[in-house]
């Protein structure tokens, strides 16, 4: 006879450091889509537009984000946001956030659409956010069955 151990999944944090906006209002709900016929368990990418601000030195990031309606709570959405710097190949500095939140090992068919409103830290980030071109935003699922991503260029005005 053979025992099996069913293990809890693992929970995985990315890289960074955790930049997590302390007012609820930083993610509202703007809408609800349902699929008809769910057919993937993938995250969907985010869609994510960034503005510099030189006279501030500041790097805001409108991020919109879909998730399964099962890891909205008291309607809230817990989640985190972790800021991560790299060196990219030429040798400058990149930035990317990571928006982590526990995804259910099964999609439902009602996804909660949320605009998540946050700022870089330029006090961690090496390369001056004057610098930036682009940012990398990924929705994480920290238990972890999947990621997704997106590149957007940072519009300065």
Request: cysteine-free; glycine content about 4%; aromatic content about 12%.
């Given at each position: 006879?053979?025992?099996?151990?069913?293990?809890?999944?693992?929970?995985?944090?990315?890289?960074?450091?955790?930049?997590?906006?302390?007012?609820?209002?930083?993610?509202?709900?703007?809408?609800?889509?349902?699929?008809?016929?769910?057919?993937?368990?993938?995250?969907?990418?985010?869609?994510?537009?960034?503005?510099?601000?030189?006279?501030k030195n500041m790097l805001e990031i409108n991020a919109v984000v879909y998730v399964d309606s099962t890891t909205i709570?008291?309607?809230?959405?817990?989640?985190?946001?972790?800021?991560?710097?790299?060196?990219?190949?030429?040798?400058?500095?990149?930035?990317?956030?990571?928006?982590?939140?526990?995804?259910?090992?099964?999609?439902?068919?009602?996804?909660?659409?949320?605009?998540?409103?946050?700022?870089?830290?330029?006090?961690?980030?090496?390369?001056?956010?004057?610098?930036?071109?682009?940012?990398?935003?990924?929705?994480?699922?920290?238990?972890?069955?999947?990621?997704?991503?997106?590149?957007?260029?940072?519009?300065?005005?």
């Open positions: 006879m053979t025992n099996i151990t069913i293990k809890e999944p693992k929970i995985i944090t990315p890289p960074g450091t955790n930049i997590t906006p302390k007012d609820e209002s930083a993610a509202v709900s703007i809408g609800k889509l349902t699929f008809q016929k769910t057919k993937s368990v993938e995250v969907l990418s985010p869609y994510v537009e960034a503005y510099y601000d030189a006279k709570k008291n309607d809230v959405l817990d989640y985190q946001i972790f800021q991560n710097t790299y060196i990219d190949i030429e040798g400058d500095s990149q930035l990317q956030f990571f928006i982590v939140y526990d995804m259910p090992e099964e999609l439902s068919e009602d996804l909660f659409i949320y605009e998540i409103i946050f700022h870089a830290d330029a006090d961690i980030f090496i390369g001056g956010l004057s610098n930036l071109e682009k940012i990398q935003t990924f929705l994480w699922d920290s238990d972890p069955i999947a990621s997704r991503g997106t590149e957007t260029t940072v519009q300065h005005g």
